[in-house]
């Protein structure tokens, strides 16, 4: 979907640039954003494979079973019921540490991972559990502690102090996290399987 939703941009715009005689403007802008996108991959790589790597020597230094053993008993009010030692635990802790880091990239397949052991204790795959859709807002709206790509763009764009963000940045993550928690956890006491997709489910387990 996305793929063609860019191609509809890139088509629209060479329609545009002919319709109005600036063709030639637009491809240069074409082939500018380009190389423009190149550098500023290459930039954020950097980061990336800094904290990226950071991380993984922090999981195979043991550092994720110290992290799990301090914060066991948020893990129990935000997953209640889910092992603080697990597989899912483990790879949702990986996952807030690089969020907390401003690494989204980086959180993604510990992300993925969350939720693959995640849906293994899954009594109905077709639906999410209540331990998924706390995970998926959580991974939403991450609290950062430190916003590495934030700060790297704004370095690469010529900002003298690239860290002055972060009261802004640790105040709206938080505060987010917080609403869609709750809104999370409230929705989830108000709403109730409707009777026929309970009989639906109970045929497909039969």
């Known amino acids: 979907m996305l793929n063609g939703l860019w191609a509809a941009l890139m088509l629209l715009a060479l329609a545009a640039g002919a319709v ?93 991972k969350a939720m693959e052991e995640l849906q293994k204790d899954n009594p109905h795959p077709d639906s999410a559990t209540r331990h998924m859709v706390t995970f998926v807002v959580l991974n939403t709206a991450s609290i950062q502690l430190l916003p590495t790509t934030v700060a790297t763009l704004r370095l690469q764009y010529g900002s003298a102090q690239p860290l002055d963000i972060l009261p802004a940045v640790w105040m709206s993550s938080l505060l987010t996290a917080c609403i869609g928690l709750t809104a999370a956890r409230v929705y989830a006491s108000l709403w109730r399987p409707r009777p026929y997709l309970l009989h639906r489910r109970k045929r497909a387990e039969g």
């Open 20 to 112: 109005n005689g600036r063709l030639p403007e637009v491809t240069a802008a074409l082939l500018q954003g380009g190389g423009a996108a190149i550098t500023l991959a290459l930039t954020l790589g950097g980061a990336m494979c800094l904290w990226g790597g950071l991380l993984r020597v922090a999981e195979k230094g043991g550092l994720t079973q110290m992290i799990s053993r301090l914060l066991a008993p948020l893990m129990r009010l935000l997953f209640p019921g889910l092992s603080p030692t697990g597989p899912a635990c483990r790879a949702i802790l990986m996952n807030m540490a690089a969020n907390f880091l401003g690494l989204g990239n980086a959180a993604t397949p510990f992300g993925l």
